[in-house]
């Protein structure tokens, strides 16, 4: 047996379908060189990329993603031809087993669909800090289907594109690195207002945390049913630790207040009982 002999001996065949060793050979050398030059465009477009004002790091990461998909997708397409599959035979062949699959794969198509425009549009990028479904964290991986947020309590929790694209989504990143958080908090009636928008006021720029610029506000928002109610608004680009810096407030607001005697109120309710008349 020669060396040709070798090179088209039939490894299996079915029809006009056969893998031969020159196929297998072809269909490794697509599949390495595929992913050879994802490496290599991924490489160039970072480079390039970086030196283009206005393409940050989320945009570089789906510009690269689409091209990785597209050139995978290319290489199937030339893995079923280096074996001899009519690729367009078999996709025409394949239309009514397609429309079945997609009543069947609705929510997987809207997945796909919804990946490939966050990727394009560039509404959710790689580092966001968002929150969707009660659920914040911050986005690790874009997908075609899926992505991935870390959250707050060290896991990483996988999302279905479409979850973004129609749901609410708030994300506290995008555009302007800096947002705003709002701590509530009641006095009891009599206190001196402008006393405690001033603690209210020191508490947050005492915080290492909290953005000089803008600055801590106090809006005075309600005459509550047992309160004075305030709001204390301030910035951070800490906003995946937005809890923690909240939590810290707090703590610095119940000492401020407790050192110039201002009191915050239980909540009180006044029940009047009225006896029963007495049978004449």
Do not use: C
Not at 16 to 42: C, D
Not at 202 to 224: L, M, N, R, W, Y
Not at 257 to 266: D, L, S
């Amino acid at each position: 047996m020669n060396i040709e002999d070798i090179w088209n001996y039939k490894l299996l065949s079915m029809g006009s379908f056969s893998i031969t060793v020159e196929s297998l050979f072809l269909v490794i050398l697509i599949i390495l060189t595929a992913r050879g030059i994802v490496w290599l465009v991924a490489r160039i477009l970072k480079g390039r990329l970086k030196r283009i004002k206005g393409v940050d790091l989320g945009r570089q990461y789906a510009i690269i993603s689409i091209t990785k998909y597209f050139v995978y997708t290319l290489a199937v397409f030339l893995v079923f031809e280096s074996v001899g599959v009519n690729v367009t035979l078999l996709i025409a062949g394949s239309t009514a087993l397609f429309v079945g699959l997609g009543f069947g794969l609705q929510n997987t198509f809207n997945d796909f669909v919804s990946g490939i425009i966050l990727l394009f549009e560039g509404s959710l990028q790689i580092g966001d800090v968002v929150e969707v479904k009660e659920m914040v964290g911050r986005v690790t991986h874009i997908g075609i289907r899926t992505s991935q947020i870390w959250t707050r309590d060290n896991v990483s929790i996988i999302v279905p594109n479409s979850n973004f694209v129609s749901e609410k989504v708030i994300n506290w990143s995008h555009q302007r690195p800096v947002a705003r958080f709002k701590m509530e908090v009641g006095v009891k009636y009599g206190s001196d207002t402008k006393l405690v928008t001033e603690l209210l006021i020191k508490a947050a720029e005492k915080h290492p945390k909290v953005s000089v610029t803008p600055e801590p506000k106090v809006v005075f928002q309600d005459f509550g049913t047992s309160s004075l109610v305030f709001h204390l608004h301030f910035w951070t680009v800490y906003t995946f630790e937005a809890e923690y810096i909240l939590s810290d407030i707090r703590y610095e607001v119940d000492s401020l207040f407790r050192e110039h005697g201002v009191t915050i109120p239980f909540p009180q309710r006044d029940v009047h009982m009225i006896p029963p008349s007495t049978p004449q």
